[in-house]
């Protein structure tokens, strides 16, 4: 089993839509949690990070969820320039090292 | 500041050829790290570093090493290259945010604009 798994997608939503990705984790150690956003063949970059307490940055919101170990991410009032392939990352302290999700992909329609 | 800069950005190699992939970071970042990325595929980790002199074995090692003699630098090298190795590469940076009983935490990665690779 993937330590961060991701549903693929794609999620395809008219512009306007909110749209909620979650992505679950398997190591209870896991320590700290990041959204990154990929656009096609680019570095991924930095969304956001992830705070017990949720944090949201604009339409953005994500929250963590450590009894169920999940995290998600919801876009409100989509764009059709929020469409990219969307990472979630865990990082563990036991193994120093980042853990990706395998993305999932979101298609704004006009 | 130029943060992560890897150099070349694409690649034609030959099989059995080697190469170095370059990775340079200017913010003085404790950890570094080597990614591939295939189609349709999530980051899966090579090699990372957790300081100048010291290096591990991150999920696809095989094939690769890496160095870290300086803080700044964290080459990749193909000993022989494969058409299984046709990829792009991505190197990545952290520094140090948190310690907790005797183990430390990173940052968020920030990532270098990527090497796109082609063994044929």
């Known amino acids: 089993r993937k330590e961060v798994e991701q549903d693929p997608g794609p999620f395809n939503v008219p512009e306007g839509a909110t749209v909620a990705f979650n992505c679950t984790y398997s190591?209870?150690?896991?320590?700290?949690f990041f959204w990154y956003r990929q656009d096609c063949r680019k570095e991924p970059k930095l969304l956001m990070s992830?705070?017990?307490s949720g944090n949201e940055d604009g339409r953005f919101t994500a929250q963590l969820n450590r009894a169920s170990q999940y995290i998600s991410l919801l876009i409100r009032d989509s764009k059709l320039s929020d469409s990219a392939t969307y990472l979630c990352v865990g990082w563990i302290y036991n193994f120093n090292k980042f853990y990706f999700g395998s993305g999932t992909k979101l298609n704004v329609k006009p | 500041n130029a943060g992560v800069t890897q150099t070349p950005k694409f690649q034609v190699l030959k099989t059995g050829q080697s190469m170095t992939l370059q990775c340079a970071q200017d913010?003085?970042?404790?950890?570094m790290s080597w990614y591939r990325q295939d189609p349709g595929m999530g980051l899966r980790l090579i090699h990372y570093?957790?300081?100048?002199?010291?290096?591990d074995q991150g999920e696809v090692p095989n094939g690769y090493n890496v160095s870290r003699s300086t803080t700044e630098d964290f080459p990749l090298r193909l000993l022989s290259a494969a058409p299984s190795q046709t990829s792009v590469y991505f190197c990545a940076s952290s520094y140090q945010n948190a310690r907790d009983r005797g183990l430390v935490g990173w940052s968020e990665a920030f990532f270098g604009q990527g090497t796109r690779l082609t063994v044929v």
């Open positions: 570093s957790v300081g100048a002199g010291i290096t």
């Open positions: 992830v705070y017990s």
């Open positions: 913010m003085n970042h404790e950890y």
């Open positions: 190591n209870s150690a896991s320590q700290s």
